[in-house]
């Protein structure tokens, strides 16, 4: 019989946030089906995420990190 290990499951995607020193800060509780979804979200939602004080967002599925990107303008 052919089964679906846990490692095979689609995990949900989601933020993590960070204020200025890297510390957690709360955000909107979302979750994703994909990358995709969560990067359109962020895309859309970065400029209020920011002024709140978030500097810093990373991207997780399930509980591995996929990678964190800054909210703070270039230099």
């Known amino acids: 019989m052919w ?4 490692r095979e499951q689609r995990m ?3 933020w993590r946030y ?3 020193n890297g510390q957690p800060v709360a955000g909107p509780v979302e979750t994703f089906s994909s990358q995709a979804d ?15 004080g978030i ?3 990373t991207l997780v599925e399930d509980d591995r ?6 909210l703070l303008p270039a230099e």
Not at 65 to 70: A, E, H
């Open 65 to 70: 990190v996929d990678y964190k990107m800054s």
């Open 3 to 6: 089964g679906v290990t846990g």
């Open 55 to 57: 500097t810093q967002v």
């Open 38 to 52: 969560a990067e359109s979200w962020i895309g859309q939602a970065w400029r209020e995420l920011a002024a709140a």
């Open 18 to 20: 960070e204020g200025v």
């Open 12 to 14: 949900p995607w989601s």
